[in-house]
């Protein structure tokens, strides 16, 4: 299976900014960690399928067939139509909003916080946007609303102290085990 040529999943990521409130360099980690990139790409025992793993029920929900989620276009679409939908679930917090688009938004209410089983997951990806939002997306320092109509910069949703706060929660989720 061959990953979209960078140019070309750029412009992907560019025009799906344009329909959604998040930022380019936080689809763009998301794809990245979910799909390397490959359209073709399938996980979960054949659940999740396309660049952003999109799962049957999130892609019915975006108004496509699950089995569109291999069209780059669609599959980005629906993914990004499912994070903004935990993005306002989750009152703009994208460390939840990401930790539901990974375990469940039931996970992430159970446990109050960053769901144990996708620290790492919204780690990886908060810390991957922000460097994509210093090299490929600079203009992601625009502001991202939040359901209660304030706005939070991308410096503030990658803020350094809140992912060394998850990384704790996450040690401290591992040493219940």
Known sequence: MTPLADALLENLVRRQR??????????HAVIER???????AVGDAGRARGL?????????EAGYQHGEMHDPAKGVDAGASYLDD???????D??????????GPGRTRRAGGVAPSAAEYVQSILTRAAELANTKFPSDAEVLPD?????MTLDQ???QDRIARIT???SAAVGRK
């Open 52 to 60: 952003m793993q999109v799962h049957p029920a999130a892609a019915a």
């Open 18 to 27: 344009s329909k959604s409130a998040l930022p380019a360099s936080l689809l």
């Open 94 to 103: 994208p460390a939840l909003a990401l930790s539901a688009y990974n375990a």
């Open 147 to 151: 359901s209660a109509s304030e706005t």
């Open 168 to 170: 704790k929660q996450i």
């Open 157 to 159: 949703i990658l803020d």
């Open 86 to 92: 935990q993005m306002v679930r989750f009152k703009g």
């Open 34 to 40: 979910e799909s390397r990139g490959i359209p073709a």
